[in-house]
């Protein structure tokens, strides 16, 4: 059974840190490209960062570009997302997906696999 299982979601003032991580089982990810999407409240869901194991490429979307860090662990069974500098308008339910493509795609429908969720909420 395949699983991705997000963690380290919090409450957090603006401006700090906090570094989510997803863990992934039941299957290899090692050629798939991982990515990381939110949603907040009353919002669709949006693409915020991948990374392609076969290129080794990312990708960011524009309002977490030089604030976020997508990173795969030694591993390639672990990914992170480093989220630095927060802002209110982070605060969403951030989930973990898995696609089987060799590029990173900012399309949900394009990622095959996906995590629960985690909660990140940002106070200003």
């Known amino acids: 059974q395949v699983q991705l299982v997000e963690s380290g979601g919090g409450l957090v003032q603006a401006g700090e840190s906090l570094r989510l991580s997803c863990a992934t089982s039941?299957?290899?990810?090692?050629?798939?490209?991982m990515g990381w999407f939110r949603q907040a409240p009353g919002k669709e869901r949006e693409f915020v960062a991948g990374v392609s194991w076969s290129t080794g490429s990312t990708r960011y979307a524009d309002s977490v570009e030089g604030r976020f860090t997508i990173v795969g662990g030694n591993v390639r069974n672990t990914v992170y997302l480093q989220m630095n500098s927060l802002k209110p308008e982070d605060t969403a339910v951030y989930y973990c997906?898995?696609?089987?493509?060799?590029?990173?795609?900012?399309?949900?429908?394009?990622?095959?696999?996906w995590g629960q969720g985690t909660q990140v909420t940002v106070s200003s």
């Open positions: 039941g299957r290899t990810f090692s050629s798939y490209t």
């Open positions: 997906a898995a696609g089987g493509w060799r590029t990173v795609s900012t399309e949900s429908t394009d990622y095959h696999y």
